[in-house]
């Protein structure tokens, strides 16, 4: 398979701990935020969005936690599996960039088991 | 499958061809959006519609490159006189109108240019 993101940041985590994937984000405009999980050769799947208007937002496994002060994202899972396993990015929309997606650098989650 | 396709998932072509991708959205979404991606970043972003209009499209997005959705529905984006730096991902992402509502994502092109 491919080798995603060979400069991205890397976290490891063991099989069944809480993974918690950070995000600095660029517009402090922006009011919509989306993260997506992409494993390799595959387009990026949604996972879970918050709005700005929101600090936190639950999923299943998977909790969002935003910070507008300080330009901030995370993406906790509970649990970690090996499925998890993938790049995960953080995207951003606001008015000051139209209707589409700016999205982040990006980072490698690894679930040894 | 009602997710959005995108085709085709692989190609290869000399430097110089032309080639043109396919995307198929979720029936209901009449945004489309196309977006790039190279090794070891995130997707950047190309061009959109809402229905069959062209809303923005990015400086990415040189003279070489164009996109049509000419019914609302499908879209197709072409590369001319492909270059080896045109090597990337090339993914479509669908959504409903409005601010904040998310996009779904297609499995990607990925072209190589030899």
């Known amino acids: 398979g491919e080798s995603v993101g060979l400069h991205l940041p890397t976290l490891s985590v063991q099989e069944g701990d809480n993974s918690i994937i950070n995000c600095a984000y660029s517009n402090s405009a922006s009011d919509y935020f989306i993260w997506y999980k992409q494993e390799s050769g595959k387009g990026p799947q949604f996972i879970i969005d918050i709005r700005s208007n929101m600090d936190k937002r639950q999923g299943q496994r998977v909790t969002v936690l935003l910070n507008k002060t300080v330009k901030h994202l995370s993406l906790q899972i509970a649990a970690t599996q090996p499925g998890d396993s993938a790049v995960y990015f953080c995207?951003?929309?606001?008015?000051?960039?139209?209707?589409?997606?700016?999205f982040g650098a990006g980072t490698i989650l690894r679930v040894k088991s | 499958d009602t997710g959005v396709s995108q085709d085709p998932r692989h190609k290869i072509t000399k430097r110089g061809q032309n080639v043109t991708f396919r995307c198929d959205p979720i029936s209901e979404h009449n945004r489309l959006y196309w977006y790039r991606q190279t090794l070891g970043q995130g997707p950047e972003f190309l061009t959109y519609f809402q229905n069959e209009a062209q809303l923005e499209k990015s400086r990415l997005l040189s003279d070489r490159f164009s996109a049509e959705r000419p019914k609302g529905s499908f879209s197709t984006l072409e590369i001319q006189r492909t270059e080896q730096g045109d090597s990337a991902m090339y993914l479509c992402a669908s959504s409903l109108s409005g601010m904040n509502t998310e996009a779904f994502f297609g499995q990607g092109t990925r072209l190589t240019v030899v």
């Open positions: 995207a951003e929309k606001g008015k000051e960039y139209g209707n589409k997606l700016v």
